[in-house]
């Protein structure tokens, strides 16, 4: 005769069986349930209803990312207002007045600053083969050449960058074509140096 363990345990292996091939929850069996089951007695602790029930069940989680979304856009500064539109049109010159405009423009700059050198020891001028430097500090060093293919005067600044000027008739000045200004206007404003008219 099999023992009462050995007997509640035998019965119940088909149970186990039964859930676990139909991946159902299980529902455990109390002691007080088996003892009732075993001797036949129909009492009121002996209802299913009055047993706590365990469920061994999985949970599955998503682990799907929660999408967020952002704005891509992004703060620029502000954009420059664009410069004023100007009639400046370069005069055409034949090589010879080129060279007589361009060198009377620069005889009366190297005149102006050798006087600015007398007046201020930090300054120095050079003027060699169409090239005048000028050591201006603290500023920094300013070159001005004449570019005769192109009818032009180049002025590299330490402080508005490299420009390019036309001679323009109706002014009578070596005029910026980007923006209207003109070379004189941007020697008196960087440098200081204000250049006589003729």
Same mark, same amino acid.
């Given at each position: 005769?099999? %023992?009462?363990?050995?007997?509640?345990?035998?019965?119940?292996?088909?149970?186990?069986?039964?859930?676990?091939?139909?991946?159902? =929850?299980?529902?455990?069996?109390?002691?007080?349930?088996?003892?009732?089951?075993?001797?036949?007695?129909?009492?009121?602790?002996?209802?299913?209803?009055?047993?706590?029930?365990?469920?061994?069940?999985?949970?599955?989680? %998503?682990?799907?990312?929660?999408?967020?979304?952002?704005?891509?856009?992004?703060?620029?500064?502000?954009?420059?207002?664009?410069?004023?539109?100007?009639?400046?049109?370069?005069?055409? !010159?034949?090589?010879?007045?080129?060279?007589?405009?361009?060198?009377?423009?620069?005889?009366?700059?190297?005149?102006?600053?050798?006087?600015?050198?007398? +007046?201020?020891?930090? #300054?120095?001028?050079?003027?060699?083969?169409? #090239?005048?430097?000028?050591?201006?500090?603290?500023?920094?060093?300013?070159?001005?050449?004449?570019?005769?293919?192109?009818?032009?005067?180049?002025?590299?600044?330490?402080?508005?960058? =490299?420009?390019?000027?036309?001679?323009?008739?109706? +002014?009578?000045?070596?005029?910026?074509?980007?923006?209207?200004?003109?070379?004189? +206007? !941007?020697?008196?404003?960087?440098?200081?140096?204000?250049?006589? +008219?003729?």
């Amino acid at each position: 005769m099999r %023992s009462p363990n050995l007997t509640s345990l035998t019965d119940r292996l088909p149970l186990f069986r039964k859930h676990i091939l139909s991946n159902q =929850p299980y529902q455990s069996v109390s002691p007080i349930a088996r003892r009732c089951h075993h001797n036949h007695i129909n009492l009121p602790q002996c209802s299913p209803a009055s047993e706590p029930h365990i469920h061994f069940r999985t949970s599955l989680t %998503s682990t799907q990312p929660t999408s967020r979304h952002f704005s891509t856009t992004t703060l620029r500064p502000r954009a420059a207002p664009p410069s004023p539109p100007h009639n400046a049109t370069p005069t055409p !010159l034949a090589t010879d007045t080129y060279h007589k405009l361009s060198d009377a423009y620069i005889e009366n700059l190297v005149a102006r600053l050798e006087e600015l050198q007398e +007046e201020r020891e930090d #300054v120095d001028v050079e003027y060699s083969a169409g #090239v005048l430097t000028l050591a201006f500090p603290p500023a920094g060093t300013y070159v001005l050449n004449k570019q005769p293919p192109n009818r032009q005067i180049w002025l590299s600044s330490p402080v508005s960058g =490299p420009k390019r000027y036309d001679w323009v008739e109706g +002014e009578g000045e070596w005029v910026y074509l980007r923006d209207g200004s003109t070379l004189s +206007e !941007l020697l008196e404003e960087e440098v200081g140096v204000r250049l006589e +008219e003729g």
